[in-house]
């Protein structure tokens, strides 16, 4: 125990591992300012835009509580709910974020949404040509399914977007973190 000014102050246990770490670092969040900042950055616009001109503001999609908005130091992951159970996760970060730090930040918050909600299934969009939305599905362990031909619009164009998934019961069988 360190003391400070007489009295003990009780030392911070070492996290678990590194995904308890990142867990301590993420937070839900019930509005939609930091989000905003991060969809209206030039590095991520052009690909969450669909077919809007001008500023985005995500404060009606963070305003409805079925969904969920985890944010963390360079970025978060909106899970979009489909329908109970099912949600639909849209991951933005800056350029500062962009590896590494976004794998285990979604790891995280994977972690996050299959131990604090009732969701049994998370899918997500890779739209055609987004190669690191592509490469964080599957470094998160997103399964292919299939290609939707118009599943996703990019600078007022239809183009295809492939669809990845994980189920609970998918991601207990390696989830990093859920022993400890």
């Given at each position: ?76 992951v909106l899970f979009i709910q489909l ?98």
């Amino acid at each position: 125990m360190a003391h400070v000014m007489g009295s003990a102050v009780p030392k911070l246990p070492e996290p678990l591992s590194d995904l308890h770490a990142m867990l301590a670092k993420i937070g839900r969040e019930h509005h939609a300012k930091r989000i905003n900042r991060i969809v209206n950055d030039p590095s991520v616009y052009p690909w969450v835009k669909g077919r809007h001109e001008g500023e985005l503001d995500l404060t009606p999609v963070i305003a409805d509580p079925n969904n969920v908005l985890l944010m963390g130091q360079h970025g978060g992951v909106l899970f979009i709910q489909l329908q109970p159970g099912l949600f639909e996760a849209h991951s933005q970060c800056v350029e500062d974020g962009r590896g590494s730090w976004m794998v285990s930040f979604t790891t995280a918050a994977i972690f996050w949404m299959f131990t604090r909600t009732e969701c049994f299934e998370l899918m997500t969009r890779c739209p055609r040509g987004n190669l690191g939305a592509r490469a964080l599905a599957r470094a998160v362990g997103g399964k292919f399914e299939f290609t939707n031909p118009r599943g996703w619009t990019k600078d007022g164009k239809t183009i295809p977007a492939d669809i990845f998934s994980i189920t609970i019961q998918d991601w207990m069988r390696t989830a990093p973190g859920l022993v400890e």
